[in-house]
Nanobody, 131 residues
Framework: RVQLVESGGGSVQAGGSVTLSCAVS????????MGWFRQTPGKEREGVAV????????YYDDSVKGRFTISRDNAQNMLYLQMIALQPEETARYYC????????????????????????WGQGTQVTVFS
């Protein structure tokens, strides 16, 4: 059984920082592209950051470049998202996502697979940024 379990969400003042974690089980983690998506009520889920299976290549949405850092620990089957300088408009439920693609060598390719492939999703963790 595949499980993705996010943690680390909460409330933070604008300009503050939050680090999210995602514990993954039930898959060969090192063969999976991993990503973080976020969603607010009434809006489509949007990709935030993606990392390739080996962890060497990443993709970031333009809105978070320079502020968010995605990383993974393939020995521990863990995915992370460090977020700094958060803004109220980034209040959302953040989801961890996984798709098998060991041959996806670029972050952008991983992102396309996460959007269109047989993606596994976590239940999400809420991040609320207040002004």
């Amino acid at each position: 059984r595949v499980q993705l379990v996010e943690s680390g969400g909460g409330s933070v003042q604008a300009g503050g920082s939050v680090t999210l974690s995602c514990a993954v089980s039930g898959v060969t983690f090192s063969r999976y592209c991993m990503g973080w998506f976020r969603q607010t009520p009434g809006k489509e889920r949007e990709g935030v950051a993606v990392v390739s299976a080996a962890g060497y290549n990443t993709y970031y949405d333009d809105s978070v470049k320079g502020r968010f850092t995605i990383s993974r620990d393939n020995a521990q089957n863990m995915l992370y998202l460090q977020m700094i300088a958060l803004q109220p408009e980034e209040t959302a439920r953040y989801y961890c996502a996984a798709v098998g693609c060991s041959g996806c060598s670029s972050g952008s390719r991983c992102y396309e697979m996460l959007k269109k492939g047989s993606t596994y999703w976590g239940q999400g963790t809420q991040v609320t940024v207040f002004s």
